[in-house]
């Protein structure tokens, strides 16, 4: 009896300790805004979010779709990470102006870069319509008044598993142009190398400007627009941060799933997460070669071979943490002292039970659908590259390569498939040329083919046939529209779950997962211990750059101007004395809690003023989408003080200063 009280108190106190755990939405920050102010925040609730007056969110966007930008002046000036802007980047580069390496920046605004396929969001308003939606109204026609006539875009996403449903009203700008970004070098520094980990020196940002119509209202590209007036963006505080300082992050986190039960944790950590690293390798090594052999091929698989790498390397922290934190089994036990608190509770008695009967179900299909994505769904199997759009110099290189990916991502899919799931067509032909490789060379070699590629019967059979299986395992979770590892019928589970948990556990500080909503989070800045007698320090320094620069390694081969400007201390006036020696602060940790798409997020002081950009986590902190464990989980900014730093002494391009607010 004393071991089950002592770890039914153990796993409270785990849960509802996390001082700065939470991803809280902004209509409702009211109910944090006591403790954000006891931790250094000066402002109000309405400062936050409002819709009567211009409030910090008119400020905050949702950039391309994926991650978060700022404005930073009253002309329209928006800062993101340079991850963020690297599709655009890769777009508007060629071998010829290759703005990927060299960087770029509009000496006026009749030098910026017009984007087409690029958009930014600001949220307007966001209204619970919980109520509305009990109360008879659709969906459909909640979204339709919402949109004014196609002035705005809305949507309705669930919080906690439907226990809520919020409408999201957006306004969104298609005039978005380049104003500057720093070479790769300065912008991607460290590459994957240095990605989800600390110590950190990457200048991670990109800048655009957003324009509008004469009316200051969105409209698509003319060179007739003006730039976008909106009623509030960021000061910029130079002043500097020391460890404990209040930080707040306001931005679109993407998903999290914190109170998954612990089997899905085990699923993650024992199938998934292993599955994916181990094709992901395979890619990534062929990839890597070909880019390695071409400087076309580096440019064309830039983007491809971030995004890949970006997740592979994730996931491999998020299980190491996740096994580190031991949350399978602390998860077990939370859900057991649950359940004996709902022994006496049919509405809650079973859920536990049901949710795990209803993740053997599925575990497989999910599975399948996840191999799926990674081998015979990737766009390089799918796609069918033509020379006459390749060209002939592209095509030789980018056909070999597709060639190792069809041999090794045919034969991942094959040997991993679970019984009884695989695409029938594969199967039948994998027999009847003897081997995943034989049949892979069989199907590229169609690729290879001049002639118009809807010809191609086979190939489209193929494709067919695994939209059919695709669909059949959709169905047989019930739906597609949920995110992660999810059924209708989970879904509907964990809404009483989850209900049940609020009830139960009524001191833990719940917030909703993250859904590519606006929300804020808060904390402060500081390090961490990272293992046994080693202690990371809350900030970088230039000195630090030029101690990684290797003119060998592509991505560690900072620009000659940088590399003699740190080695001269020649910072002018962005030398700040830190520890008792003159140097250029680059990034920093703070322990506010983000995850993908907070990319680009401003971090902002007590004040409400921008000390830095948001760009990544550590190494393991990586898990904090599943469990957050405040010891360890650190979000990585760029310090606002190298921004500008760059801007002037690498871009030349102090003009842009005459547009913002410095705080005084
Ligand atoms: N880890 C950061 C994020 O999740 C930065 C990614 C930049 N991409 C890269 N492959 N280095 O987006
Ligand atoms: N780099 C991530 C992004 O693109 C943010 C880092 C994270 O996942 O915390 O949004």
Not at 23 to 44: C, E, H, V, Y
Not at 187 to 215: E, L, Q, V
Not at 606 to 628: C, K, Q, Y
Request: aromatic residues 12%; hydrophobic residues 35%; proline residues 3%.
């Amino acid at each position: 009896m004393k071991r089950i009280i002592s770890t039914l108190c153990f796993a409270l106190l785990a849960l509802t300790s996390f001082a700065d755990e939470g991803m809280w939405l902004p209509s409702l920050i009211s109910s944090r805004i006591d403790d954000m102010r006891a931790k250094g925040f000066q402002l109000t609730a309405e400062d936050i979010y409002s819709i009567n007056q211009a409030s910090l969110k008119d400020a905050v966007m949702l950039f391309d779709d994926g991650c978060t930008a700022e404005l930073i002046s009253r002309d329209g000036l928006l800062i993101t990470n340079h991850h963020c802007g690297y599709d655009a980047i890769q777009r508007l580069s060629s071998v010829e102006h290759d703005y990927l390496t060299d960087g770029f920046w509009a000496m006026s605004r009749e030098e910026e870069l017009p984007n087409e396929n690029l958009n930014v969001k600001f949220l307007k308003r966001m209204e619970d319509v919980t109520e509305r939606l009990a109360a008879g109204e659709t969906p459909e026609q909640i979204i339709e008044e919402a949109c004014e006539n196609g002035r705005y875009k809305a949507s309705i996403e669930q919080m906690y598993y439907g226990n809520q449903q919020f409408l999201f009203v957006y306004e969104q700008f298609d005039d978005v142009r380049l104003v500057g970004t720093p070479p790769s070098s300065i912008g991607k520094f460290g590459g994957d190398t240095d990605n989800w980990a600390w110590p950190r020196h990457t200048g991670d940002f990109s800048m655009f400007r957003i324009y509008a119509d004469k009316d200051n209202r969105p409209a698509a590209y003319s060179p007739d627009n003006v730039p976008y007036r909106s009623a509030a963006h960021f000061k910029i505080s130079t002043k500097g941060i020391q460890e404990g300082d209040f930080t707040m992050i306001y931005g679109f986190p993407g998903s999290t799933q914190e109170y998954i039960i612990s089997d899905a944790v085990d699923y993650i950590v024992h199938r998934s997460d292993p599955m994916k690293i181990r094709v992901r390798t395979k890619r990534l090594d062929l990839i890597n070669a070909a880019q390695a052999k071409d400087p076309a091929m580096r440019i064309r698989y830039a983007a491809v071979n971030a995004s890949i790498a970006n997740a592979w390397k994730k996931w491999q922290g998020e299980a190491l943490g996740l096994e580190r934190l031991n949350t399978v089994q602390s998860k077990r036990e939370y859900e057991e002292a649950f359940e004996r608190w709902a022994a006496d509770k049919p509405e809650y008695r079973d859920v536990v039970k049901e949710l795990k009967k209803e993740y053997a179900r599925i575990f497989d299909i999910y599975f399948t659908l996840e191999l799926m994505s990674e081998t015979i769904r990737t766009s390089q199997l799918t796609n069918v590259y033509l020379r006459s759009e390749l060209g002939d110099e592209l095509f030789p290189q980018v056909q070999a390569l597709n060639r190792e990916l069809f041999r090794t991502l045919y034969r991942e899919y094959y040997d991993n498939c679970p019984e009884g799931y695989m695409v029938p067509l594969f199967a039948a032909k994998v027999e009847r040329f003897g081997s995943p490789e034989a049949y892979a060379e069989h199907m590229f070699s169609l690729t290879n083919r001049e002639d118009d590629v809807k010809e191609v019967e086979e190939l489209n059979a193929l494709l067919s046939d695994i939209k059919t299986t695709v669909g059949k395992l959709v169905e047989q979770l019930g739906t597609n529209s949920l995110r992660n590892l999810n059924s209708a019928r989970l879904n509907e589970l964990y809404t009483t779950y989850v209900k049940g948990l609020r009830e139960w556990d009524a001191e833990r500080a719940f917030y909703p997962d993250a859904n590519l909503t606006l929300r804020v989070a808060y904390g402060k800045v500081g390090g961490y211990h990272y293992a046994d007698a080693v202690y990371h320090k809350y900030y970088t320094t230039a000195e630090g750059i030029l101690a990684k620069d290797n003119p060998e390694i592509y991505d560690y081969n900072i620009p000659q101007r940088l590399r003699e400007i740190i080695a001269e201390k020649d910072y002018g006036r962005w030398g700040v004395e830190i520890d008792g020696r003159i140097t250029v602060p680059v990034c920093f940790l703070a322990d506010n809690h983000t995850t993908g798409g907070n990319s680009g997020s401003p971090v902002l002081n007590g004040r409400g003023e921008l000390i830095g950009v948001n760009f990544d986590r550590t190494w393991l902190s990586t898990m904090s989408d599943i469990a957050f464990d405040p010891a360890f989980c650190r979000n990585i900014a760029l310090d606002i003080r190298y921004v500008l730093f760059v801007i002037d002494r690498i871009g030349n391009a102090s003009y842009l200063f005459d547009e913002m607010d410095f705080a005084e």
